[in-house]
């Protein structure tokens, strides 16, 4: 699913990146009471976390990029991510002063199996991971890039299995995917698939780090049957041990949030806990 959402989404982290070299590490503090929930909150703006953290359910964080843009509440992990190839420069310098400051995990590309997002092929992306991810594998846990969940041929989980024929010496940890699509059936199948997908090759996590239904890519349509979905999904994640963290599409007004404060959405999202 491609949407102008995260289109935008990849400029503003660029600006943001780009603007505040500074601002990686000042945030990240030792925890106090951690959570040790799959859940995570997708953000954009970062002052709009706390109100999904505040409910002590939701364990880590992650902006698709690896500059926090602020401070995160404590006891958040900040999981970095890198991208796509716009954001190789920069990238050592952050990535290693977040991991200093207590990062532990590293995502890969965002849907490289798309045209409008990190667009690699398996193979190059496979050559991008040795060269820029793969180093830091004694210090950190990593994640694949994260693929769509489209079933068209070369993308989504077949992407990643030609990707993985490239990157077996890759030291990856966990299988990253993203699903949008029509009901909680249709997720919980996708999701099983990654599972098994992400066994084949002996991967004991599976993330799934943005999901919605196709009605709320752009903002949620419908507030009751949103929450509904989000209670199902969250309840049937939290029961799957191969699956290890998640986070809903995405931690922001209209979405999880109304006017800043958890909403129906956000409230579901938030009041179950493993
Ligand atoms: C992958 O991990 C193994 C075991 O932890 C380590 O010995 C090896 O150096 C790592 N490979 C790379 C390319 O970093
Ligand atoms: C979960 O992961 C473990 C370790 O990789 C694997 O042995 C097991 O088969 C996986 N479970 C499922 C349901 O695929």
């Known amino acids: 699913m491609v949407s102008f959402t995260k ?16 601002a990686m ?20 703006d970062v002052s709009a976390v706390s109100s999904l953290t505040s409910s002590g359910t939701v364990s880590w964080a992650y902006n698709w990029a690896f500059s926090l843009d602020g401070n995160l509440p404590s006891g958040v992990d900040y999981v970095p991510m890198l991208w796509g190839a716009k954001f190789f420069g920069g990238w050592i310098t952050g990535i290693e002063s977040l991991l200093s400051s207590g990062s532990n995990y590293i995502m890969g590309f965002n849907e490289p199996d798309m045209s409008s997002q990190a667009n690699m092929s398996p193979s190059e992306a496979a050559g991008y991971y040795n060269q820029y991810i793969t180093p830091y594998s004694g210090s950190a846990k ?34 990253a995917v993203h699903w949008y699509g029509n009901s909680i059936d249709e997720f919980k199948s996708f999701v099983q698939q990654a599972v098994s997908t992400a066994s084949n090759y002996n991967l004991p996590e599976v993330w799934v780090t943005e999901f919605a239904l196709n009605s709320d890519v752009s903002g949620v349509t419908d507030q009751s049957s949103a929450a509904d979905f989000v209670n199902q999904a969250v ?10 963290r998640y986070s809903y599409f995405m ?5 999880l949030l109304t006017n800043g404060a958890l909403n129906t959405v956000g409230t579901a999202y938030t009041s179950t806990s493993d």
């Open 142 to 175: 990593l994640i694949s890039p994260s693929v769509t969940s489209s079933t068209d041929d070369g993308k989504g989980l077949s992407w990643f299995e030609e990707f993985m024929s490239d990157c077996s010496s890759c030291n990856i940890t966990g299988l």
């Open 235 to 244: 309840t049937w994640m939290d029961s799957q041990t191969n699956v290890t």
């Open 25 to 44: 590490h000042r945030s990240l503090h030792k925890a106090q009471k951690r959570s040790t929930s799959k859940r995570g909150a997708a953000y954009n």
């Open 251 to 255: 931690c922001a007004d209209n979405y």
């Open 7 to 22: 289109l935008f989404t990849a400029g503003l982290v660029a600006t943001t990146a780009l603007a505040q070299p500074h």
